[in-house]
T-cell receptor, first 112, second 114 residues
Framework: GENVEQHPSTLSVQEGDSAVIKCTYS??????FPWYKQELGKGPQLIID?????GEKKDQRIAVTLNKTAKHFSLHITETQPEDSAVYFC???????????FGQGTRLTINP | GAVVSQHPSRVICKSGTSVKIECRSL??????MFWYRQFPKQSLMLMAT?????????EQGVEKDKFLINHASLTLSTLTVTSAHPEDSSFYIC??????????FGPGTRLTVT
């Protein structure tokens, strides 16, 4: 089955700097890759996603890149702000209503 | 984005009792919903896939008789933890996918079994 590896497990950056979180997946049939932000005691919130027919997607300060050949995808957050501090999860699925396989999560801390 | 609600947000129950958690898609229909369990500082672990009109599909190692799932309608799935024990204490989260693949999560239910 699918296996998703996420790195790093913790990341601390200065406010205003960029943060990058990387994930790799094992199943070449996976074609949908969302990123979730989870704050303490809350459910995950979808922040951006990418499909396998696209190499990059951007939404304001957040971008995701996908390398299908290498089976890895990354989340990029620019101009980080204190409210970006949270746990971020990557995931992969075969699309449609298929189940998501999650990475281990990255605890991002933005230092003022 | 789409909205998924869960009820209750927190529940404390005594060992041996059963607890029901509801998951609702508020502005869309979902023939499939997913139930996850999350331990502190860990990732989400898929427990089962809830299917409207048919039996749930459980992940390996999840006891189907302990975690009863009923997908009563296109907007409601329930998870019942039967004969709860302290080791069942956890954060339970449901999600519902759109046909376009996006999955939206509920706010989670914190279960504490005393």
């Amino acid at each position: 089955g699918e296996n998703v590896e996420q790195h790093p497990s913790t990341l601390s950056v200065q406010e205003g700097d960029s943060a990058v979180i990387k994930c790799t997946y094992s199943d070449s049939a996976s074609n949908y890759f969302p990123w979730y932000k989870q704050e303490l005691g809350k459910g995950p919130q979808l922040i951006i996603d990418i499909r396998s027919n696209v190499g990059e997607k951007k939404d304001q300060r957040i971008a995701v890149t996908l390398n299908k050949t290498a089976k890895h995808f990354s989340l990029h957050i620019t101009e980080t702000q204190p409210e970006d501090s949270a746990v971020y999860f990557c995931a992969a699925s075969k699309g449609g209503a298929q189940k998501l396989v999650f990475g281990q999560g990255t605890r991002l801390t933005i230092n003022p | 984005g789409a909205v998924v609600s869960q009820h209750p947000s927190r529940v404390i129950c005594k060992s041996g009792t059963s607890v029901k958690i509801e998951c609702r898609s508020l502005d869309f229909q979902a023939t499939t919903m997913f139930w996850y369990r999350q331990f502190p500082k860990q990732s989400l672990m898929l427990m089962a896939t809830s299917n409207e009109g048919s039996k749930a599909t459980y992940e390996q190692g999840v006891e189907k008789d302990k975690f009863l799932i009923n997908h009563a309608s296109l907007t409601l799935s329930t998870l019942t933890v039967t004969s709860a024990h302290p080791e069942d204490s956890s954060f339970y989260i449901c999600s519902a996918p759109l046909a376009s693949s996006e999955q939206y999560f509920g706010p989670g239910t914190r279960l504490t079994v005393t």
